[in-house]
């Protein structure tokens, strides 16, 4: 309707844009000024018209740097297969330590964690916590000596890595989709490319 009007818009989007029914719904909108949350996400649709990137923000005084001597690894977001709350669980038994999980269950992935999360939990090293509020997080992730963040998806952006580098904890993320954007590997925390590479980098989390 903007586009028809000639009313001066920018439009972010936020998701993936690799889906197949997208570029035949933006291709009818060539001159669309768009703003990406990541470099990476316009891959899939580069010949759009981006204007900008905008990477996500968090207010300065929204959280405080924590002390991470919670003895745990955090995994926060969603239960979800592309996540891949599984090899967080891997990384936390193979390295020795719990992983505490804050983590909500859409209705869409309910299968997946009844199938393939659920059987995981009852493991010592696995605790799960189900969803938790904006006002617990600053806790949770300043308390813990990393956030896992094993993605295997052309992640848009991550908000979790930036809210645990809010609280001064290091982030282990897997090199995919705008991870190499957000995190400064070895500085606010390590960028790796398999379960091994998450292992070395843990000790120096």
Request: aromatic share 8%; charged share 20%; hydrophobic share 45%.
């Amino acid at each position: 309707a903007m586009a028809l009007r000639q009313v001066p818009t920018v439009t972010t989007l936020h998701g993936r844009l690799d889906l197949p029914d997208l570029p035949v719904v933006y291709a009818e909108f060539p001159q669309m000024p768009l703003i990406s949350i990541s470099d990476h996400q316009r891959n899939p649709l580069s010949w759009l018209n981006w204007c900008a990137t905008v990477h996500h923000g968090l207010p300065r005084t929204l959280y405080k740097a924590g002390a991470g001597r919670g003895g745990y690894l955090a995994f926060i977001g969603r239960i979800s297969p592309e996540k891949r709350l599984d090899t967080a669980i891997e990384i936390a038994r193979r390295f020795g330590m719990p992983l505490r999980i804050a983590a909500k269950v859409d209705k869409v992935d309910r299968t997946y964690f009844e199938e393939v999360i659920r059987p995981l939990l009852g493991a010592p090293h696995a605790e799960f916590l189900g969803e938790i509020s904006d006002a617990e997080k600053g806790r949770f992730l300043g308390d813990a000596a990393a956030l896992l963040f094993p993605v295997d998806w052309p992640e848009p952006f991550g908000l979790a890595m930036i809210e645990a580098m809010a609280n001064g904890t290091p982030v282990i993320a897997m090199r995919r989709g705008a991870v190499p954007e957000i995190v400064d590997s070895g500085v606010t925390g390590f960028i790796v490319d398999d379960l091994a590479g998450a292992l070395d980098a843990l000790p120096h989390a």
